[in-house]
């Protein structure tokens, strides 16, 4: 069965600090991983990752993705309060679903 | 503006009436699917559709229908809701599994079955 377990859970932190979301998997043949933000509501779109070791990176937010270990992480540099949101990291397996595995998601809050 | 839209927002409903949660998309996506997310146990796929008149069941789909007659809209009904069907809906939509990106979701349906 299809997994992705991100930790930690939650994560209480102060303007300003670094943070690093992690998020492990096991899923029969992976196609992609991708990490989304979810504050009020809606699941909101950060990155896609497909190749190890590539870097993608938007203002202060990065993510790399490690496919021989089978996991990645999502940095956060400089956090500010409207970085608090339940980030959730999730995998889309090969096949014709184009289906997402979820993990349960890590809740970021930032102190000011 | 490119969206998904679903309706209602909100919604508190008695065991056993039947409803219909709405699912819009403008992007002329050939992919939906729907999600609940429940506390500890994360988004977990409902149904899913690759193209109009092409459904197929997801993780949990005990208690959900839905149908895909249009390429934009994508309904999920429950005949006989049940409390266990409490949850937080979402509706996402995405391009062919060949050019492989991102979901696209909707704000959400809080249903509270009574």
């Known amino acids: 069965e299809d997994k992705v377990v991100q930790s930690p859970l939650s994560l209480v932190v102060h303007e300003g600090d670094t943070v690093t979301l992690n998020c492990s998997y096991e899923v029969t043949n992976f196609r992609s991983l991708l990490w989304y933000k979810q504050e009020k509501k809606a699941p909101t779109f950060l990155f896609m990752l497909t190749s190890s070791g590539i870097e993608k990176k938007s203002g202060r937010l990065s993510s790399i993705l490690d496919k021989k270990e089978l996991f990645s992480i999502l940095n956060i540099t400089a956090t500010q309060t409207g970085d608090s949101a339940v980030y959730l990291c999730a995998v889309k397996p090969q096949g014709g679903s184009e289906k997402l595995v979820f993990g349960k998601g890590t809740k970021l809050t930032v102190n000011p | 503006e490119a969206q998904v839209t679903q309706n209602p927002r909100y919604l508190i409903t008695v065991t056993g009436k039947k409803l219909t949660v709405t699912c819009s998309q403008n992007m002329n996506h050939e992919y939906m699917s729907w999600y609940r997310q429940d506390p500890g146990l994360g988004l977990r796929q409902i149904y899913y559709?690759?193209?109009?008149?092409?459904?197929d069941k997801g993780d949990v789909p005990e208690g959900y229908k839905v149908s895909r007659k249009e390429k934009r809209n994508f309904p999920l009904i429950l005949e006989s809701p049940s409390p266990n069907q409490t949850s937080l809906y979402f509706c996402?939509?995405?391009?062919?599994?060949?050019?492989?990106?991102?979901?696209?979701f909707g704000q959400g349906t809080r249903l509270t079955v009574v």
């Open positions: 559709s690759m193209n109009v008149e092409v459904t």
């Open positions: 996402a939509s995405s391009t062919n599994r060949q050019k492989n990106t991102e979901a696209f």
